[in-house]
């Protein structure tokens, strides 16, 4: 991300202390990440000490201070979804990926996440996949599911790696 | 698909501007004309409304008899099991689980020749009859949806359908026929109690941010529903934002505040979205902004995204999110209303809560506070999920029974299976258990049985939940949720887990249940905030009421509801199974050896090798024949 593309977010939300998790939002939106660039980049311009960024960065769960995978799969783990199963269905998917919760493939192409709840609790199981739901899930459909993210379908069995 | 007339949005400069500008709008619109209204609501894209929409596009834009119908997409119904809902005015048909293929026939049948399609039509689960509108259905007979009740009828995108089923007129009756004071007053006889949780009185919480001194004061509307299993305020401000907004504006005007800020949950796109449309039209209309009507009142809306911390929705932690900070909660001497955002008087009030202002300020604080009980007035809306048959959003009157609720309204408990608990009141809240099912739902009756009201969530738990792991699944929620300020907290939470886990896995001792309890009691007094303060609830809760599921865990080593992997065994029964093999396929460590049986060959029945067997459940998942016993 250039300097110029990160001034226009900042520009946006305004130069102030406030606006800090506005334009850290952004950042991640665009990048997938918080690169130490950037961060080092919004602290200089907004005169905020980094030590204060990273602790903003790592408190909050929306922000990843590692590159993401393409997609990202937001298994929910609410209470609705854990009565019905929830855990047996990110096992499987961990299983399937070889990746545990907040780890990306090695190809780029996952990146796994756990969320507390989704608020589509009456669908439950659900698997958000870049944003897109997948209600009622079960550990036998998430192969299946999982399938239509795959870049290239021969190379399912590298993609897995 | 016929589009209306676009009125030209101008910014409307008195009440009398506003009547006329929603008279316009009615006039154009005939009660007659058809209309389809397609629940949007993230129940029913999970359900994938989406492409029932695109069906029903494509069917209006092919067909030339197409006049006078019009495609609405909605926020949701409620009745998210039975998604994609599909409702026809003014007929009010109401088809369910419609799927993309059904929409041609709908449209040549039922929109143009009045034909009813029976198949899609809900069918009473114990009579058979199938019911042809939604207020029949008995799902929705017994509540009382004064708050989500528009929900269902208007596009949330757009203010001209806010306006159309009234909306702002209790705005201008606030502003124009009511001193602030009157405002309060009425709030205060209505007796709103905080829907997020805590259930303080709105009414009090405002007057003392009135007479808080400072000039600048700010009103905050909480939407970072935390709690796991509750999504109301999320499809409030999907579904009718507008509500919200008005709200909020009569409240900053009884407070005097200038400013207010709806702080946002991260996960909750399509919420972010239509409220930062809603707040865009009221801005256009004057509703919002300089001189609202030229009543001379300024107050404008800005919008704030939480990061993902549960404890984001904890009041003065939310207050420091929106000020930059991380979001810690600091300790409760100090009252938001006297010094809260950047130091000044606060009022912080739920989505829902906000919700019920212009009800209440229309139809008076005598009306409202006939509904409910002693301590509870109004109405609350509670997601009703887990292993229950119907699944969604319902509102009811507070005071009914939770059997009702899950009974009545749910339909009861799914597969004939036996019913265990109900959870309310998010990882704050407990387990209630059988013998209480006829508790009327309130406030006070709630916490008096160990748990609480919460934002509204209510898990139905059925014979296969084991409420240890429940409990072990709360404490796990609260340990990566804690933020570690209070000792009491950061440290009780985990331990409790670790006792827990001990306990599930098979290596709990007796005594371990007493030293629960203390830990909970020490959490419990020494944290500064309500995550600490009651998280030892669901542990406290699940011990007074399931004691035995845990000495069963202890003694015995066995889960009696077959949850806790590490006491699971799992074995093939050989005189079931069919040598299908299609457990072995579906087995990802290879655990399970045999032979299948072909029509040429003979087949051997499957066996699971306990070694090599991680207790995933595939195998049982994957069999047809029941042939998979789980001890």
């Known amino acids: ?161 | 698909m016929r589009i209306g007339r676009e009125i030209k949005m101008q910014r409307l400069s008195s009440p009398q501007e506003l009547e006329k500008y929603r008279q316009e709008i009615l006039s154009q619109r005939n009660l007659n004309q058809t209309i389809v209204t397609v629940c949007g609501g993230t129940g029913c894209h999970a359900a994938g409304c989406h492409a029932v929409v695109d069906a029903f596009k494509k069917v209006l834009q092919e067909s030339v008899k197409n006049n006078g119908i019009s495609l609405r997409v909605t926020g949701c119904h409620g009745f998210c099991e039975r998604g994609p809902l599909v409702v026809i005015h003014p007929k009010e048909i109401f088809y369910q689980r419609v799927k993309p293929e059904d929409v041609p026939s709908i449209f040549s049948e039922t929109i143009l020749k009045g034909n009813i399609l029976e198949h899609l039509l809900y069918e009473h689960p114990v009579t058979g009859e199938r019911i042809l509108t939604e207020k029949d259905v008995p799902f929705y007979k017994k509540q009382m949806r004064i708050i989500f009740g528009n929900n269902g009828f208007i596009d949330p995108t757009k203010i001209e359908d806010y306006l159309a089923v009234g909306g702002y007129q209790a705005l201008v009756k606030a502003l124009f026929s009511m001193r602030p004071e009157e405002i309060i007053q009425e709030v205060k006889k209505a007796n709103l109690r905080g829907r997020g949780g805590g259930g303080f009185p709105a009414g009090i919480k405002w007057e003392s941010c009135r007479r808080a001194k400072g000039d600048i004061k700010y009103v905050i509307c909480n939407a970072d529903e935390g709690d796991p299993g509750a999504y109301m305020d999320r499809s409030l401000l999907e579904g009718n934002p507008h509500s919200v907004l008005e709200g909020m504006i009569i409240g900053a005007f009884a407070i005097g505040a200038k400013e207010g800020y709806v702080y946002v949950r991260h996960e909750y796109p399509l919420a972010l979205t239509n409220i930062m449309m809603a707040i865009e039209q009221a801005r256009g209309l004057g509703l919002l902004g300089k001189n609202i009507l030229n009543s001379g009142f300024d107050f404008d809306v800005f919008i704030s995204r939480g990061g993902g911390a549960f404890v984001g929705g904890e009041s003065s932690a939310l207050v420091a999110s929106i000020a930059g900070d991380v979001a810690e909660p600091r300790a409760k001497h100090i009252h938001l209303v006297e010094s809260g955002l950047w130091n000044r008087p606060t009022t912080l009030n739920n989505v829902e809560t906000w919700a019920n202002v212009p009800v209440i300020i229309l139809k008076g604080g005598d009306w409202y506070s006939q509904i409910g009980t002693e301590g509870s007035k109004g109405t609350k809306i509670f997601s009703l999920v887990g292993k229950v048959n119907n699944t969604g959003l319902v509102e009811v009157p507070m005071g009914i029974t939770l059997r009702e609720i899950i009974y009545d309204i749910g339909g009861g408990i799914p597969e004939g299976k036996k019913f265990k608990a109900v959870q309310t009141g998010g990882p704050s809240g407990g387990c209630i258990p059988e013998s209480l099912l006829d508790l009327p739902v309130d406030f006070d009756r709630l916490t008096e049985v160990g748990s609480m009201m919460g934002s509204g969530g209510m898990i139905v738990m059925d014979e296969s939940t084991c409420m240890v792991d429940v409990a072990k699944y709360f404490m796990n929620f609260l340990k990566d949720e804690s933020c570690g300020k209070c000792t009491s907290c950061r440290e009780g939470t985990k331990r409790m887990h670790e006792l827990l886990t001990e306990i599930t896995e098979g290596r709990g001792k007796l005594e371990y249940l007493d030293l629960l309890e203390e830990l909970g009691w020490v959490t419990a007094e020494a944290s500064l905030c309500a995550l600490g303060g009651t998280a030892p609830n669901p542990v406290l809760s699940t011990l007074r009421y399931f004691r035995e599921e845990y000495e069963e865990h202890i003694l015995h080593k066995r889960c009696p509801a077959k949850v806790c992997r590490s006491l699971l065994k799992y074995r093939i029964l050989p005189e079931v199974c069919t040598m299908c093999g299609r457990c072995a396929k579906a087995c990802p460590t290879d655990a399970i050896t045999g032979k299948r049986k072909t029509k040429k060959e003979e087949g051997i029945p499957f066996r699971i090798d306990e070694e090599k067997c991680i207790k995933c459940g595939m195998c049982f998942e994957s069999c047809k024949f029941n042939a998979i016993e789980v001890q």
């Not at chain 1, 110029?4 to 102030?16: L, N, P, Q, V, W």
């Not at chain 1, 506005?22 to 907004?46: C, F, W």
């Not at chain 1, 698997?127 to 036998?140: C, E, H, L, N, R």
């Open chain 1, 1 to 161: 991300m250039t300097h110029s593309e990160i001034d226009t977010i900042i520009e946006r939300h305004g130069k102030k202390e406030s606006a800090i998790l506005a334009i850290l939002q952004d950042i991640q939106t665009r990048e997938k990440y918080l690169s130490k660039e950037a961060l080092e980049y919004v602290g200089e311009k907004l005169r905020i000490p980094l030590t204060k960024l990273y602790r903003i960065a790592t408190f909050f769960r929306a922000f990843s201070l590692m590159p993401r995978g393409r997609h990202e799969i937001c298994v929910c783990m609410g209470t609705a979804c854990h009565v019905r199963g929830a855990q047996r269905v990110l096992d499987q998917i961990q299983l399937e990926l070889g990746i545990r919760p907040g780890e990306t493939t090695k190809d780029l192409n996952f990146t796994l996440e756990t969320v507390n709840c989704l608020g589509v609790c009456a669908a439950g199981p659900v698997v958000a996949i870049d944003g897109q739901y997948f209600g009622k899930m079960s550990p036998t459909k998430v192969e299946g599911t999982l399938k239509r993210f795959y870049e290239n379908r021969k190379g399912d069995k590298d993609a897995k790696a």
